[in-house]
T-cell receptor, first 113, second 115 residues
Framework: AQTVTQSQPEMSVQEAETVTLSCTYD???????LFWYKQPPSRQMILVIR??????QNATENRFSVNFQKAAKSFSLKISDSQLGDAAMYFC??????????FGTGTSLTVIP | EAGVVQSPRYKIIEKKQPVAFWCNPI?????LYWYLQNLGQGPELLIR????????DSQLPKDRFSAERLKGVDSTLKIQPAELGDSAVYLC?????????????FGPGTRLTVT
């Protein structure tokens, strides 16, 4: 069974600084997708970034980047130049070849002005 | 492009009462998901539809929960009777399918409170 683990229930970062959120997952598959979703207090979940497992290059979207370590089954999210609007719950998610999605328990990010 | 629409946004009911949630996915999206999200937790799949067919309902408590997706477009999730432990947010999501099946778009959710 696939599982996703986020070991940091809460994180905080100073505005304009960099923060890294951790995620590990368990799978026996070689082809899959990994995602980071953001859920602000309004509760609409939106996609931040995704990584295809067969791509070795780490995905980047503006201030958001990932560190994908396939052998270690690790998928961390780095947020650079943190902004107040980055404050939210962040969920790591895994999608297998059967189109099933599994989510971690989330990390609550606070941005300190 | 309109997003995933859910209604109602909030619902308060007494235990043992029935409740229904409605979801309209993004136009053209073949895949529809219903998730349960408890406070402080990540979403957990209840049921997944490919068009009008329920292809994954292994986590749906079938003694009290039911769902349908008539004509493969909008969907309804029902609980009857509701229990106190059903208080949660119910999220609907949709995906285009095919080569874009990994894209998942969420609705705003329905927050259910059972008293």
């Amino acid at each position: 069974a696939q599982t996703v683990t986020q070991s940091q229930p809460e994180m905080s970062v100073q505005e304009a600084e960099t923060v890294t959120l951790s995620c590990t997952y368990d799978t026996s598959e070689s082809d899959y997708y990994l995602f980071w979703y953001k859920q602000p207090p309004s509760r609409q979940m939106i996609l931040v970034i995704r990584q295809e497992a067969y791509k070795q290059q780490n995905a980047t979207e503006n201030r958001f980047s990932v560190n994908f370590q396939k052998a270690a089954k690790s998928f961390s999210l780095k947020i650079s130049d943190s902004q107040l609007g980055d404050a939210a719950m962040y969920f790591c998610a895994y999608r297998n070849t059967g189109n099933q999605f599994y989510f971690g328990t989330g990390t609550s990010l606070t941005v300190i002005p | 492009e309109a997003g995933v629409v859910q209604s109602p946004r909030y619902k308060i009911i007494e235990k043992k009462q029935p409740v229904a949630f409605w979801c309209n996915p993004i136009s053209g999206h073949n895949t529809l998901y219903w998730y349960l999200q408890n406070l402080g937790q990540g979403p957990e799949l209840l049921i997944r539809y490919e068009n009008e067919e329920a292809v994954d309902d292994s986590q749906l408590p079938k003694d009290r929960f039911s769902a349908e997706r008539l004509k493969g477009v909008d969907s309804t999730l029902k609980i009857q009777p509701a229990e106190l432990g059903d208080s949660a947010v119910y999220l609907c999501a949709s995906s285009p399918g095919g080569g874009r099946a990994h894209e998942q778009y969420f609705g705003p959710g329905t927050r259910l409170t059972v008293t």
